[in-house]
């Protein structure tokens, strides 16, 4: 929503200061319904608001996880800080290395360049799939070393936060998967949105993995 | 159009609607200053202050409430639909801004003027030669311990909970010995006096309507309030924080003494232990 | 765009009853789907209050309820099944995903949401959410007694804590967090339409205030209920993984001590609780609010009073619907400090809500009043939103908050306010636009006996619940017995059960109007019935399936153009070209 937009218009509207357009300022009907696209246009817009306010829930939703860790932890002598798996680390390289992929391959999209397209995604999905294997040995090599959910509160927050990211990271790697499995036609007909959102959503989630980790690292 | 027609002209609506306001505006104002229901009177300056507080919000939220509801029974009244014209206005801008700054005027002087009883209860400690009680909620008991000569509270913790025990003394620390550990609250008159809320199970809390005072007792924490009681009686204390089933049961009472009476009743309070 | 430019406006209308009616993709039959399971809740809600009322007023009295005895906690299970399912099925469903969903569309121009499937999947979502929720009713040791609250530990420690706490506490976890999720889809879904597929020439400040209410709840919730399902998810961890994020260590119940927990905050179960909990008050009202104010102005014949300072106002309790979430715990133990700067927020929220109140006062003033049953049901929702929201000023400060916390002056205060004046926003909401949705009218000497039973018998109930809060009754008491002080109380307790009765039979008289009224209601042939100015008012009723024919409105004007000096008649709609309005 271009607030700028929005703005002009107010002020034409509203030069009388009372509430409601007067029906006798009949070129501000014209004017906004020229500077505003046809609801039909903003079939594409729709996917970059619903996915930017996704993301904002689910902000919410792990700064709720985040202050629940920070409160807890500040809270009575129980708190036994545990050992980060060393492959959480390589895990993050690989996350890291998949949005390096996922940028390469919408690069190829603009180019017009389907085989490489294609690759790079590959890619990522295959990056994608390896960090959640990463994940998944990580709580192994936990448990292997007698830290289960319930041994403190500090390894209840350390499965919780992954196991949380590692959810929302499925549902990214569905929609990898799903852009993977399209023609290159029908991308191209839909401008590359499915993909553009999805690449989105990933590169969030990385980020969001990155911030995850310094949390967990910092207040072990 | 027959339907909107049907209820244009017949003032009878418009007249039942102002009139039943104007009832309920009266009827609700004679229950509140008549007093109808109400508290009873604080035994305590603290009390009194916020009963102060009360009357001040009752005051201007009863303009408010009365000016409201009887505008209301005026316009649709009033402006009912006599086939004229409606006024046309999108507004008036300097309205607004009155009504906005005198509402926030009124609700946030409001507010602070009555933050002083509020500091007094939970900024301050309580003052010094408090006696020292605690209070323990237990599902659907309160008790109540006295530290004893001693001043001094002895360790206690869930592990030794029992039916005898019902605070969970550890009869292994010589500072628990002349504990005194009752199932009524009684507390010398005019004397400060500082409580230490906790539980051992589930969220309760601790109110007595004559003291003004209510606090949750949660487990894991120890939560201090004081007050002072400066009229003799005895006062219900009620759990008012969901505990389960028997919630509406866990009942105990404020006996305030004159000092000797409460020595005299606190000896007793620890030979029947 | 392409042929697979996919979303809103270019799905075709779809083939036989399963995929019309069942997992129907068209806004209009969602949109119905939520009220008719708003419906069916506040129906099952309202029985619940009424076993409650019969045992609070004659506590002896053998009712017979789940096979045994009326037991004390059969009262709390009532209770907090009755909140939960009045508050998340009844009062976030109805006026937000029902009316919004069928509404929001078509005010802004647009042919359906932004995204069609993700709005089944919501309805569906939160249909098996409500599932769930009754399903706790059937297994061991019932449903929860924790209350809408859930405050921990009593939820958190499982059967030991009561019955109802274990299976019956889990289920309602379950319940709330799948409703989570189903609101975060229709949040998502609510604010891309409004944002994105409004029609041309409808700027925001020309939108009507419903929608404007509608797209702020909807903001509420993407930011409310992302936290409850995080709160939800650790609580449940709590319950069936032995973690200790809300349950502190060496506790012992029903003499069994606790050795699995150690160091957690029932504290910080409130906290992320009430971060929900306040806003979720306003996604109950706005709506309300919205369609009153739209109501009030249709039928005063005159523009909305200050339509920008509505606008700023439903904006600013939104916003500081955020900053509040404290006042709900000044006694619960948090700091003194929190807890004055919680009191001093909550305070200026009331500043907003008086401006609402003068202005829908304003736009009363010198209009032509017609009282038809929505009218009066929108002015029944002024009066009960002065009566609940002033009590809130008691509420917010902690000094006398001290005195009235936990009381029935708190139950009555946000049954006014978010309870029967959000209630009385969805009937505004019915009568008005019940033509519009299903071709009929609903019968108006009906519903004014509907109504003039209602509005007395909601007072009738809550209004003396102030009093028994003021003399100090505890709310959530299954009887009143055991406390001396309250005895005396009882016949307040019994005159409130009389007037549920009568109240409840008002709504008796609604149901049949509603129902009968859809089989048998006068079939409307004019478009505008209530000479309106908004866009739903220039689509035939029902509306057909992309609601405007293939034709893309265009917007001149805000929307309360009523009374406009210089023209014959007294309103003129959004939609029509300036170059006709002179013509008329």
Redesign the interface.
């Given at each position: 929503?271009p607030g700028a937009t929005?703005t002009d218009?107010?002020d034409v509207?509203?030069s009388?200061?009372?509430?409601?357009?007067?029906?006798g300022?009949?070129g501000?009907?014209?004017n906004?319904?020229g500077r505003?696209p046809?609801?039909?246009?903003?079939?594409?817009?729709?996917?970059y608001?619903?996915i930017s306010?996704?993301l904002?829930?689910?902000?919410?939703?792990?700064?709720?996880?985040v202050s629940?860790y920070i409160?807890?932890k500040g809270?009575?002598?129980?708190?036994r800080p545990i050992n980060l798996p060393q492959i959480v680390w390589i895990n993050t390289l690989v996350l890291v290395a998949s949005s390096i992929t996922l940028e390469a391959s919408r690069r190829a999209y603009d180019r017009d360049d389907a085989t490489s397209f294609r690759l790079l995604w590959g890619a990522t999905t295959v990056l994608g799939l390896a960090f959640l294997a990463g994940q998944y040995i990580a709580w192994r090599q936990l448990a292997a070393a007698g830290v289960y959910?319930?041994s403190n509160?500090s390894s209840?927050f350390f499965y919780?936060l992954t196991a949380?990211h590692a959810a929302h990271l499925v549902g990214g790697l569905a929609a990898l998967l799903y852009v993977l499995t399209r023609g290159w036609a029908?991308l191209r007909?839909?401008?590359g949105?499915a993909a553009s959102v999805t690449g989105v959503y990933w590169h969030f989630m990385d980020g969001l993995w990155v911030f995850l980790l310094l949390v967990l690292q910092m207040g072990r | 159009m027959d339907k909107l027609n049907s209820s244009r002209g017949s003032a009878a609506v418009p007249a039942l609607l102002a009139v039943f306001l104007v009832l309920f505006v009266g009827v609700t104002l004679y229950y509140f200053v008549m007093q109808v229901y109400w508290y009873p009177p604080p035994i305590n300056e603290f009390g009194r202050e916020v009963d102060t507080q009360f009357a001040r919000t009752f005051i201007i939220t009863g303009i408010v409430f009365v000016l409201s509801q009887l505008g209301l029974a005026w316009v649709v009244f009033r402006y009912r639909d006599r086939g004229g014209k409606a006024t046309f206005s999108h507004g008036n801008n300097s309205m607004e801004i009155f009504w906005t700054a005198a509402a926030f005027v009124l609700f946030v002087g409001l507010g602070l003027a009555g933050q002083k009883s509020w500091a007094q209860l939970h900024f301050a400690d309580a003052p010094p030669g408090s006696l020292l009680i605690e209070v323990t909620g237990k599902q659907f008991n309160w008790f109540f311990r006295y530290p004893g000569a001693d001043g001094t509270f002895g360790k206690s913790g869930a592990q030794f909970v029992s039916e005898a025990n019902p605070v969970g003394l550890d009869d292994k620390d010589p500072a628990g010995k002349d504990d005194v550990v009752t199932a009524t609250l009684g507390v010398p008159l005019g004397r400060s006096v500082k409580l230490v809320l906790r539980s051992y199970d589930v969220t309760h809390g601790f109110y007595v309507r004559e003291l003004r005072l209510k606090q949750d007792a949660l487990p894991g924490l120890q939560i201090p309030i004081h007050f002072q009681a400066d009229v003799p009686g005895d006062y219900e204390i009620v759990c008012t924080q969901l505990c389960g089933s028997n919630h509406h049961r866990m009942r105990a009472v404020l006996k305030v003494m004159p000092p000797p009476e409460f020595d005299k009743w606190l000896a007793n309070e620890k030979a029947s232990e | 765009m392409s042929t697979h430019a996919v979303g809103a406006t270019h799905h075709a209308p779809p083939e036989g009853f399963i995929w019309k009616y069942i997992f129907s993709k068209d806004h209009k039959v969602i949109g119905i789907q939520y009220l008719l399971l708003a419906l069916f809740s506040v129906f099952v809600g309202m029985g619940l209050s009424v076993y409650m009322r019969i045992h609070l007023a004659w506590p002896g009295m053998k009712v017979p309820l789940f096979g045994g005895d009326f037991t004390p906690e059969k009262y709390l299970m009532l209770m907090t099944m009755h909140g939960t399912i009045m508050v998340f099925m009844v009062l976030t469903t109805a006026p937000q995903a029902g009316f919004g969903n069928y509404f929001l569309p078509i005010q802004i121009g647009a042919a359906d949401m932004a995204f069609p499937t993700l709005n089944m999947l919501s309805f569906w979502t939160t249909f098996l959410s409500l599932m769930v929720l009754l399903a706790a009713f059937f297994v061991e040791g019932g449903a929860p007694i924790s209350g809408w609250t859930a405050y921990s530990p009593l939820s958190a420690l499982g059967s030991i804590t009561g019955p109802g706490q274990g299976l019956g506490q889990t289920l309602w976890i379950f319940s709330i967090a799948i409703f989570s999720a189903a609101s975060l889809m229709g949040a998502i879904n609510f604010i891309t339409t409004t944002i994105d597929l409004r029609a041309r020439g409808l700027t925001m400040m020309r939108l009507p205030l419903t929608v404007w209410a509608w797209f702020v709840t909807a903001i509420l919730s993407l930011l409310a209920f992302g936290v409850l399902l995080a709160a939800g998810i650790l609580l449940l961890l709590d319950r069936v993984a032995g973690t200790s994020f809300f349950i502190p260590g060496g506790l012992i119940v029903s003499g069994v001590l606790q050795t699995k927990h150690t160091g957690g905050s029932p504290l910080l179960w409130q906290h992320l609780f009430w971060f929900f909990g306040h806003p979720e008050v306003y996604i109950a009202i706005l709506p309300g609010m919205g369609v009153a104010s739209h109501v009030l102005a249709t039928f005063s014949r005159k523009p909305v009073f200050g339509y920008r300072a509505m606008v700023y106002a439903i904006c600013g309790i939104g916003f500081l619907g955020f900053m509040v979430w404290g006042h709900h715990m000044f006694l619960s133990g948090m700091s003194p400090y929190t807890g004055f700067a919680f009191s001093m927020m909550t305070m200026a929220i009331g500043v907003p809500s008086a401006i609402k109140t003068f202005n829908w006062l304003g736009t009363l003033w010198g209009g032509q009043i017609r009282f038809t049953c929505a009218m009066l049901f929108a002015i029944g929702f002024v009066s009960l939103f002065v009566s609940g929201g002033l009590s809130g000023l008691f509420l917010a400060q902690p000094a006398v908050d001290l005195q009235l916390h936990n009381t029935y002056f708190v139950v009555a205060h946000f049954h006014l306010i978010m309870g029967v004046a959000a209630i009385f926003g969805m009937f505004t909401g019915t009568y008005y636009w019940f033509s519009k949705m299903f071709g009929r009218s609903m019968n108006e000497t009906l519903g004014k006996w509907h109504f003039w039973i209602t509005f007395p018998g909601v007072y009738f109930i809550f209004m003396p619940m102030h009093f028994l809060g003021l003399v100090g009754d505890p709310r959530r008491y299954a009887d009143m017995t055991a406390v001396e002080f309250l005895k005396p109380l009882q016949p307040v307790h019994n005159f409130i059960t009389y007037a549920v009765f009568v109240t409840v039979a008002g709504q008796l008289i609604f149901l049949f109007n509603f129902i009968w009224s859809l089989r048998a209601g006068k079939k409307v042939t004019d478009m505008n019935p209530w000479r309106a100015t908004t866009l739903e008012w220039t689509i035939p009723s029902p509306p057909p399936f992309d609601n405007f024919a293939g034709h893309e409105p265009v917007v001149y004007r805000g929307p309360y153009e009523y009374s406009v000096p210089g023209h014959t008649e007294d309103f003129v709609p959004q939609h029509l070209d300036p170059a006709q309005v002179g013509k008329i």
């Amino acid at each position: 929503m271009p607030g700028a937009t929005l703005t002009d218009e107010l002020d034409v509207l509203h030069s009388g200061g009372t509430g409601g357009g007067t029906p006798g300022s009949a070129g501000g009907g014209g004017n906004a319904g020229g500077r505003r696209p046809s609801p039909r246009g903003a079939a594409s817009r729709i996917y970059y608001t619903g996915i930017s306010l996704a993301l904002a829930a689910i902000v919410m939703f792990f700064m709720a996880l985040v202050s629940a860790y920070i409160v807890r932890k500040g809270q009575g002598g129980d708190w036994r800080p545990i050992n980060l798996p060393q492959i959480v680390w390589i895990n993050t390289l690989v996350l890291v290395a998949s949005s390096i992929t996922l940028e390469a391959s919408r690069r190829a999209y603009d180019r017009d360049d389907a085989t490489s397209f294609r690759l790079l995604w590959g890619a990522t999905t295959v990056l994608g799939l390896a960090f959640l294997a990463g994940q998944y040995i990580a709580w192994r090599q936990l448990a292997a070393a007698g830290v289960y959910i319930a041994s403190n509160p500090s390894s209840s927050f350390f499965y919780l936060l992954t196991a949380a990211h590692a959810a929302h990271l499925v549902g990214g790697l569905a929609a990898l998967l799903y852009v993977l499995t399209r023609g290159w036609a029908y991308l191209r007909r839909s401008s590359g949105i499915a993909a553009s959102v999805t690449g989105v959503y990933w590169h969030f989630m990385d980020g969001l993995w990155v911030f995850l980790l310094l949390v967990l690292q910092m207040g072990r | 159009m027959d339907k909107l027609n049907s209820s244009r002209g017949s003032a009878a609506v418009p007249a039942l609607l102002a009139v039943f306001l104007v009832l309920f505006v009266g009827v609700t104002l004679y229950y509140f200053v008549m007093q109808v229901y109400w508290y009873p009177p604080p035994i305590n300056e603290f009390g009194r202050e916020v009963d102060t507080q009360f009357a001040r919000t009752f005051i201007i939220t009863g303009i408010v409430f009365v000016l409201s509801q009887l505008g209301l029974a005026w316009v649709v009244f009033r402006y009912r639909d006599r086939g004229g014209k409606a006024t046309f206005s999108h507004g008036n801008n300097s309205m607004e801004i009155f009504w906005t700054a005198a509402a926030f005027v009124l609700f946030v002087g409001l507010g602070l003027a009555g933050q002083k009883s509020w500091a007094q209860l939970h900024f301050a400690d309580a003052p010094p030669g408090s006696l020292l009680i605690e209070v323990t909620g237990k599902q659907f008991n309160w008790f109540f311990r006295y530290p004893g000569a001693d001043g001094t509270f002895g360790k206690s913790g869930a592990q030794f909970v029992s039916e005898a025990n019902p605070v969970g003394l550890d009869d292994k620390d010589p500072a628990g010995k002349d504990d005194v550990v009752t199932a009524t609250l009684g507390v010398p008159l005019g004397r400060s006096v500082k409580l230490v809320l906790r539980s051992y199970d589930v969220t309760h809390g601790f109110y007595v309507r004559e003291l003004r005072l209510k606090q949750d007792a949660l487990p894991g924490l120890q939560i201090p309030i004081h007050f002072q009681a400066d009229v003799p009686g005895d006062y219900e204390i009620v759990c008012t924080q969901l505990c389960g089933s028997n919630h509406h049961r866990m009942r105990a009472v404020l006996k305030v003494m004159p000092p000797p009476e409460f020595d005299k009743w606190l000896a007793n309070e620890k030979a029947s232990e | 765009m392409s042929t697979h430019a996919v979303g809103a406006t270019h799905h075709a209308p779809p083939e036989g009853f399963i995929w019309k009616y069942i997992f129907s993709k068209d806004h209009k039959v969602i949109g119905i789907q939520y009220l008719l399971l708003a419906l069916f809740s506040v129906f099952v809600g309202m029985g619940l209050s009424v076993y409650m009322r019969i045992h609070l007023a004659w506590p002896g009295m053998k009712v017979p309820l789940f096979g045994g005895d009326f037991t004390p906690e059969k009262y709390l299970m009532l209770m907090t099944m009755h909140g939960t399912i009045m508050v998340f099925m009844v009062l976030t469903t109805a006026p937000q995903a029902g009316f919004g969903n069928y509404f929001l569309p078509i005010q802004i121009g647009a042919a359906d949401m932004a995204f069609p499937t993700l709005n089944m999947l919501s309805f569906w979502t939160t249909f098996l959410s409500l599932m769930v929720l009754l399903a706790a009713f059937f297994v061991e040791g019932g449903a929860p007694i924790s209350g809408w609250t859930a405050y921990s530990p009593l939820s958190a420690l499982g059967s030991i804590t009561g019955p109802g706490q274990g299976l019956g506490q889990t289920l309602w976890i379950f319940s709330i967090a799948i409703f989570s999720a189903a609101s975060l889809m229709g949040a998502i879904n609510f604010i891309t339409t409004t944002i994105d597929l409004r029609a041309r020439g409808l700027t925001m400040m020309r939108l009507p205030l419903t929608v404007w209410a509608w797209f702020v709840t909807a903001i509420l919730s993407l930011l409310a209920f992302g936290v409850l399902l995080a709160a939800g998810i650790l609580l449940l961890l709590d319950r069936v993984a032995g973690t200790s994020f809300f349950i502190p260590g060496g506790l012992i119940v029903s003499g069994v001590l606790q050795t699995k927990h150690t160091g957690g905050s029932p504290l910080l179960w409130q906290h992320l609780f009430w971060f929900f909990g306040h806003p979720e008050v306003y996604i109950a009202i706005l709506p309300g609010m919205g369609v009153a104010s739209h109501v009030l102005a249709t039928f005063s014949r005159k523009p909305v009073f200050g339509y920008r300072a509505m606008v700023y106002a439903i904006c600013g309790i939104g916003f500081l619907g955020f900053m509040v979430w404290g006042h709900h715990m000044f006694l619960s133990g948090m700091s003194p400090y929190t807890g004055f700067a919680f009191s001093m927020m909550t305070m200026a929220i009331g500043v907003p809500s008086a401006i609402k109140t003068f202005n829908w006062l304003g736009t009363l003033w010198g209009g032509q009043i017609r009282f038809t049953c929505a009218m009066l049901f929108a002015i029944g929702f002024v009066s009960l939103f002065v009566s609940g929201g002033l009590s809130g000023l008691f509420l917010a400060q902690p000094a006398v908050d001290l005195q009235l916390h936990n009381t029935y002056f708190v139950v009555a205060h946000f049954h006014l306010i978010m309870g029967v004046a959000a209630i009385f926003g969805m009937f505004t909401g019915t009568y008005y636009w019940f033509s519009k949705m299903f071709g009929r009218s609903m019968n108006e000497t009906l519903g004014k006996w509907h109504f003039w039973i209602t509005f007395p018998g909601v007072y009738f109930i809550f209004m003396p619940m102030h009093f028994l809060g003021l003399v100090g009754d505890p709310r959530r008491y299954a009887d009143m017995t055991a406390v001396e002080f309250l005895k005396p109380l009882q016949p307040v307790h019994n005159f409130i059960t009389y007037a549920v009765f009568v109240t409840v039979a008002g709504q008796l008289i609604f149901l049949f109007n509603f129902i009968w009224s859809l089989r048998a209601g006068k079939k409307v042939t004019d478009m505008n019935p209530w000479r309106a100015t908004t866009l739903e008012w220039t689509i035939p009723s029902p509306p057909p399936f992309d609601n405007f024919a293939g034709h893309e409105p265009v917007v001149y004007r805000g929307p309360y153009e009523y009374s406009v000096p210089g023209h014959t008649e007294d309103f003129v709609p959004q939609h029509l070209d300036p170059a006709q309005v002179g013509k008329i």
